[in-house]
Structures are given as structure tokens and as C-alpha cells.
């Protein structure tokens, strides 16, 4: 039996507002036959990496042929692109802000496409509303069979955020803070890939660099690995590299925000 279309949907607009309301009531009216599922709504406003971090948190854990929204768009109405990002897994729609890429990139794109065709958006498109104008429009003509090209151009120089993808230059891997959690865990956009490739085990002490100083902590599988209110790094369930506080507040303890940057290497001796 062939699957009902699946269309998800994150902003930073607030279950509150009208907003999500309206994207869904676009994509029932062009698709009535799919599945709308909300990931988050409660996105900090203008919060792209936040967003981002959620969506790949989220993503890997629905169907494949899934077609993800995401709104978190302060450059709405400028000349930032409006894209569809095709995976091996799965379909993104948004702004071509980097809200989209940090999941993408797990998934292995395929192609990008700028949404540029008048017949998939709404009639009147406004400044300040494409999630409900532009993004919608397009989900649900895709879960409806219109093909990804028939959208607008192919396009390669799309954004990559420096969130996306960190770096690693001599045995130091250099990222940056993506996400605070409720426990104040500290989450990074470093994976555990990155530490293979300086061969950064469980166990090893690793020095942290953090606004001009530097922290030496132990790489563990548990918070619970270390005594109550010392700090450590683990690879959260998410895949990412976090710093955080056994029973404590890593991002008071470290003092720092989302966007601030991470070095990260194994402690010489």
C-alpha cells in the first residue's frame, strides 16, 4: 500500500501566533491527503543555529522520501534564496540561510534547487511570510509528485554556514557552540567522526579552548564518569561533541553562548 506523504515542520514562530496554522492549512488544501508532523515550534527567534540542531537531531529518525520545513528566516523578503535541498534520505525546504545544512550535509546531498516557478507558491507572495507563501506551497506540490526541477534552477553556491562543518588543522579540531540544553549542556558541532581523525578515544584527557583559555577535560561514554560538578566531554545522543557538568551547568561553568568557538585537542603531556 503506498504511504501517505509525510511533510514535517519547524519555525521560531510560537504555536501562539497564527503562523503554523496557516502553513498547514496551505499544504491541506494543495495535499489533503498528508501527514503534517511539528518537530519544534518554540525555535528561540532568529536562532538559525538552533534550529539547525534540531532539525538534525530530528530528521534521521523519520521515513525516508520525508519532506522537512523549516522557517527560521530573519533575511525574509531579501535577496536570500528560497531552496529545496534533495538527500539520499530525505527532502529539506527553507531559506538558504545554512538553517538546512548541517542536516543535509549527514545526509548526503543529492542536489539543490531554487524555488523560482510562480506555479508552485502562492498567488501573492508576501515579504514577510514565505513559510506560508513559498515553503508550503512547494512541500505539498512535492508530496503531490511534481518533480524537484520543475521548481527553478539547480543551484551549487548555495550557503554553508561555518557551523556546519568544522575544521581540523593539525591534529586541532576548530568548531563552535550550536546549542544550550535545558541542563545547560553545551552542545558542539563536533562529531564523533571528527575526534577519529585525531584519534581522540574514551578516556583521553582533552584540552578545550575556550575564549582565551583552556580547559582540560576527560572524554567520556557518561556523565556519571566523573564526580558531581566536574566537567567533562561526551558525545551526546545526538552525535554531537558536548561540554558539560556532571549534575552541573556546563554553560555557566564554561561561560559561553551559541555561535561562541571551540578548539579541541588531546592534552599534550
Known sequence: MKRKPLITLLSDFGLKDPYVAEMKAVISSICPNATIVDI????SKYDIRMGAYILARAVPYFPKRTIHVAVVDPDVGTERRSIIITTEHCTYIGP????????AQKERISNVHEITNP????????NTFHGRDVFSPAAAYLAQGILVSDFGPEISDFCVPSFAQPSI???????????IDGFGNVVTNITAEHLKLIDAKEGKRLSVALKNKNVAVKLCSTYGEVP??????????GGFLELAVNQGDAS?????????RIGLEIQKK
Open 40 to 43: 519544534s515550534h518554540e525555535v
Open 252 to 260: 555557566k561553568f564554561f561561560k559561553v553562548k551559541t555561535g561562541d
Open 169 to 179: 588543522l593539525e591534529q586541532v579540531i576548530k568548531g563552535e557552540v550550536i546549542y
Open 228 to 237: 558531581a560538578n566536574t566537567p567533562l566531554v561526551a558525545v551526546g545522543s
Open 119 to 126: 506555479k508552485y507558491t502562492l498567488k501573492k507572495v508576501s
Open 96 to 103: 538558504d540561510n545554512g538553517l538546512l545544512m548541517l542536516s
